[in-house]
């Protein structure tokens, strides 16, 4: 849960930049902005990895499930209906 409590702290952190960029255009708070919102990309990526590792882990932990036996030979698949032409157009007469 640590790293959670640092992504709420940096957000919160950010919060006065966002305020200052976008209610009064301060350039600077904007580039303070996109410095935070990179180090908050970078910490999500790292509990994704995280989370992805621990569910890898248990999922290996437990035991495979036993293979089924394998079957006769497969049906060949129908074949399809063969697609139908398309209408002739009309021909229009000269007057």
Known sequence: MNKFDNVKNLIMSLEEDFKK???????AAGTRVRKGMQELKELAQSIRMEVQNMKNEQTSDKEAPAKKPA?????????????????AKAKTTKK
């Open 71 to 87: 079957t006769a030979a497969k049906k060949p698949a129908a074949k399809a209906a063969p697609a139908k032409a398309a209408p």
């Open 21 to 27: 960029f976008y209610d009064k255009n301060n350039q």
